[in-house]
């Protein structure tokens, strides 16, 4: 079944698509969890091919969307109100196709780093299918046709979520995951009970059937399931002051699962919001507290990143920062800031993501995120300074890259729009794209361009983690450490002022790496300093040896090159970010014709409903 208009076969396929999205990940779950622990390589490619037929069916979706309207399907051929109804629009398409492809380099990604960290057994057996759950979560969150069928998208998101946030098992971890599900399982309460609130008040949890009965609807009984809606999904989406749970959450996680929790999880909130507030409350009733909590949004966040000196916080903290300039779209709730807001959402998914996945490579490459301790990274690994700077400039809306496309089109719909709020907000856009920009050289030039320091150890250095010690013993520990590594810059095994590393490399440790008492004894040296973000701190290094040891939970080996794998995926993503200033123009007409059908409502309901 499909929107009207189109041949009965093309109908008939895309339709048929829809629901793949949801059930070819679960599936591959499924099968995987069947399989366990072996046949690695055939589990790695059940992944890849997964995701990347998902990837080919978004974009098919998408094409069928965008020339024949909504595309439908009713699960076991029930019609609404009775049965499921999945339905693909050029908004849910979009994303979806985004999302595709996020994934794909993600976990590539993490199948290189458990690669390079001689680390298969965890990634496959629990890491890739909890991932593969989130992805059918995610696809089903876009595709939903109902309010409790977007709640179960929500929920199977969420609960993949819970264990990818805590793989590892280790103190910070399980704190922050702590953190997180409390949130999440609030916020689920809260969604519960709004949904509940919309069917009690209208009979119905139809997206397609609520538009006119709740219209019906006395204004402040809509007002009120309105903004408990948006405040649902303002804690996914992670707007001010709903934010607080983020910073503390997101960086204690491995690489990959920060990069795709920040990148796409928080867009799924934002995309619940324009949804909702195109479909079932359109106008700007409520356009002034929106606008509001766009604007604190966009200076609060923007404030903690500057003060950050941890380079995976101070990306979290912008990432809080730009959420305020898609609800600044979505609160113009006019044709151009609906454009906007789509078209900042899909640049901002695979830039932020971009810029988590190169700051794991940096963690990987100097052992840890923290600014104080970063340096000279530009000498060391020039390809890495370009994977960071690029996406960087991106987020800060350098021109003429898509950051800055993006948020010329949002802070031109709000000069049209004409209101002081409105024009508040385009100050505070302003601002905070300044701040931004300013923020990360900062970071850039911490990171890159200052001379290396004497606490980088990069070459041979053991991590492990540092939870549960006492601040006595934090502070004990920390005077050690600073003795350890003033004696080790003088016996030259950490990373000289001049950038370049004075440890063994790893030609030097596999060569030497059989050599009989080169593990131990008196030409073991000892460095300590590189204490990175999420309480991770260096430990030991013994000269000759093969270096791996526990990072935030997880076996790492420290190297001065980069796998290849990790950096492709990276790579990948980031030219994938760039297609979108070199195709802004195709990618605005396709923003443009999704925000005319948001707001014209009529597709969607006549879609669903005659299909």
Known sequence: ??????????????????????????????????????????????????????????????????????????????????????????????????????????????????????????????????????????????????????????????????????????????????????????????????????????????????????????????????????????????????????????????????????????????YAMLRTQTLLFPGDRIGGVLMVVALLSLLVGILGAVAQTDLKRLLSFTLVSHMGYMVFGIALASHGGIAGAVFYVAHHITVQTTLFLAAGLIERRSGTTDLQSLGGLATLSPLLAVIFFIPAMNLAGVPPLSGFLGKLSLLRAGVDDGGALAYVLVGGGTVTSLLTLYALTKAWNLAFWRAATPEMCVVGTVLDTAEGESPEEEGEQGEREAREVREAADAGSCVGADGTTGGPGPEDTRRTQNTPGSQDGPEARKTRGARGGGGVRAATVLAGRRVSATFGGQEITTSSVLPVTMTGATLALLVFGLAFTVLAGPMFGLTDRAAGELIARTPYVKAVMDG
């Not at 001689?118 to 876009?142: I, K, Q, R």
């Not at 006119?212 to 999904?233: H, Y």
Request: include cysteine; proline fraction near 7%.
């Open 1 to 270: 079944m499909s929107g009207g208009g189109q041949p009965p076969d093309v109908a008939a396929v895309a339709s048929s698509l829809v629901p793949l999205p949801v059930i070819l990940p679960l599936c591959a779950a499924g099968l995987k969890l069947a399989i366990g622990a072996r046949l690695e390589r055939v589990q790695r490619f059940i992944s890849a091919a997964v995701l990347l037929a998902v990837l080919v069916v978004s974009l098919v979706l998408l094409i069928a969307a965008d020339r024949h309207g909504p595309q439908v399907m009713y699960a076991g051929g029930w019609p609404p109100p009775v049965g499921i109804v999945l339905v693909a629009d050029r908004l849910s398409a979009l994303m979806l196709v985004i999302s595709s492809a996020v994934t794909l380099c993600v976990l590539v990604f993490s199948v290189g780093q458990g690669m390079a960290d001689n680390d298969e057994t965890t990634p496959l057996s629990v890491f890739h299918p909890s991932y593969l759950v989130l992805v059918a979560g995610v696809s089903d969150t876009f595709l939903a046709g109902d309010l409790f069928n977007l709640y179960v998208g929500f929920e199977i998101m969420l609960t993949a979520s819970y264990v990818l946030l805590t793989i590892g098992g280790t103190l910070a971890r399980i704190r922050a995951g702590a953190t997180y599900a409390v949130v999440s399982l609030l916020s689920s309460v809260l969604f519960m009970a709004a949904v509940g609130m919309v069917y009690a008040a209208t009979g119905t949890v139809t997206m397609a059937e609520l538009p006119a009965r709740l219209d019906a609807l006395p204004a402040s009984v809509s007002t009120v399931i309105q903004i408990a809606l948006l405040g649902v999904f303002g804690i996914k989406a992670a707007v001010f002051p709903l934010a607080a749970w983020l910073p503390d959450s997101y960086p204690t996680a491995p690489a990959p699962v920060t990069a795709v929790f920040a990148g796409l999880l928080t867009k799924v909130g934002v």
